[in-house]
């Protein structure tokens, strides 16, 4: 079951708020993909119907719908959600359920993966890899429907994964989690975020699991990240390890002006681990209700966070 | 009789800009079957022996099952309507040889 009006909904690190009807059960409802469908008509008279996915339709110099995702691309179903085969490409498929990718040099491409409402996620990176690429993929995740009691995943970079996802257009989840490894996220729409009730939303989630990992890096460019529900666009904290080695750059960042907490956080104050080498630099963004960015040290003994060339989506004004 | 439809369609471009003409084209075919059944026989089938002797052999009558698989071409169906339901739903025509369909982007 979803928030109802009037109760008291936790965003997520001790803010908490009385929800104002944002979130009623009717609200995380979403439209199915739209589709057209043509019908037709043999020779003898037979009647039958032809249904495609929309046109995909350009917007914006932002990575959107028309930049993002497997596009018109014809897809097959897939034999396998298992991909482990080391250097191999997986391409113009449809997955159903979780996809794992477990074996290093796999290319996925043009693929279009549909959760089950049991998935916690639908795209697992499980082991020590190395030049995974994950192209033009869609990520369908089950949104209200999952069974999950708060955030089923994306993506989620489960071990000491080398990665880079580009050009994906990912939907229906409440998180997209990332543990450890060399992360690349550039050209991706990340939206209409639903998931389950004790969802904290961020359209991508780093928690400093990778902290041990002197090597870790994670750079975020050129991705359109919107979350109109609770909490923020990109979080960043001090959760379970130091944070070493991230860049969030040139990135538009909407957050829910009604719902959403900061559209931004770099945040110290979960644990005693130090936060180095952060840029979050020239992004474009929406303030959360509490504004565009939580950049605090709190209990982090070290705290190192490069801020720059940052501005308003609308005003264009500094932030 | 059985119509197995096996139709895709494309677009004729991999995305497009507000304005833009899109195209889909159709193409593929319906495999129709149809089984009929009829009689064979009765048979009477005349023999004879190496000493000329002549004889018959009756066959009775009995049912047969014929089957015959034709591929038909197929074409959009303009007496029903063309379903979009995206968020802002196109008007899509039809070609003369109802073989795609145009809208604006």
Redesign the interface.
């Known amino acids: 079951m979803g928030c109802k009006r009037g109760q008291v909904v936790d965003y997520g690190c001790g803010v908490s708020k009385l929800n104002h009807g944002q979130w009623d059960d009717e609200e995380f409802s979403y439209?199915p993909y739209?589709?057209?469908?043509?019908?037709?008509?043999?020779?003898?008279g037979?009647?039958?119907t032809?249904t495609?996915p929309?046109?995909?339709?350009?917007?914006g110099s932002w990575p959107d719908a028309?930049?993002t995702g497997y596009?018109?691309t014809?897809l097959v179903p897939a034999t396998t959600n298992s991909l482990n085969v080391p250097g191999a490409t997986y391409s113009g498929l449809h997955f159903t359920g979780v996809v794992t990718i477990s074996a290093s040099n796999v290319t996925l491409s043009n693929c279009l993966i549909t959760a089950n409402p049991a998935d916690p996620w639908s795209l697992g990176l499980n082991g020590t890899l190395t030049e995974v690429v994950v192209k033009n993929v869609t990520i369908i995740g089950a949104g209200k429907g999952t069974l999950q009691s708060s955030a089923a995943y994306g993506f989620y970079v489960q071990g000491n994964v080398g990665v880079t996802f580009d050009a994906c257009d990912i939907s229906q989840v409440g998180q997209n989690a990332i543990n450890d490894g060399n992360i690349v996220v550039k050209n991706c729409y990340i939206h209409d975020l639903n998931s389950g009730p004790g969802t904290h939303y961020e359209c991508i989630y780093y928690g400093g699991a990778g902290g041990t990992n002197p090597n870790f890096s994670l750079d975020i460019e050129h991705n359109t990240l919107n979350n109109q529900r609770n909490n923020a666009a990109m979080y960043v904290a001090n959760d379970f390890g130091a944070i070493n080695n991230v860049t969030i750059n040139n990135n538009l960042l909407i957050d829910s002006n009604a719902a959403g907490s900061f559209t931004c956080y770099v945040d110290g104050a979960l644990s005693a681990h130090s936060i180095t080498n952060v840029a979050v630099t020239n992004n474009a963004l929406l303030p959360g209700q509490y504004g565009y960015f939580l950049l605090r040290q709190g209990l982090a003994p070290v705290y190192q966070v490069t801020k720059s060339g940052n501005y308003d989506y609308i005003t264009k004004a500094p932030v | 009789m059985t119509?197995v439809?096996n139709?895709?369609?494309?677009?004729d471009?991999?995305?497009?800009?507000?304005g833009d003409v899109?195209k889909?084209t159709?193409s593929g075919?319906?495999t129709?079957t149809v089984v009929t059944t009829g009689q064979v026989g009765p048979l009477t089938v005349p023999f004879v022996a190496t000493n000329g002797a002549k004889s018959t052999l009756s066959v009775p009558k009995t049912t047969a099952t014929f089957t015959t698989v034709a591929t038909?071409?197929?074409?959009?169906?303009t007496?029903?309507?063309?379903?979009?339901?995206?968020?802002t739903p196109r008007t899509?025509a039809v070609s003369a040889d109802k073989l795609s369909?145009t809208a604006v982007?």
């Open positions: 439209e739209s589709m057209l469908t043509v019908p037709v008509i043999a020779a003898n037979a009647r039958s032809l495609m929309d046109p995909v339709i350009s917007t028309s930049t596009g018109n014809v | 119509d439809f139709v895709t369609g494309a677009y471009k991999p995305s497009y800009n507000g899109i889909v159709i075919t319906d129709n038909l071409p197929v074409t959009i169906d007496t029903l309507p063309i379903v979009d339901t995206s968020p899509w369909i982007a």
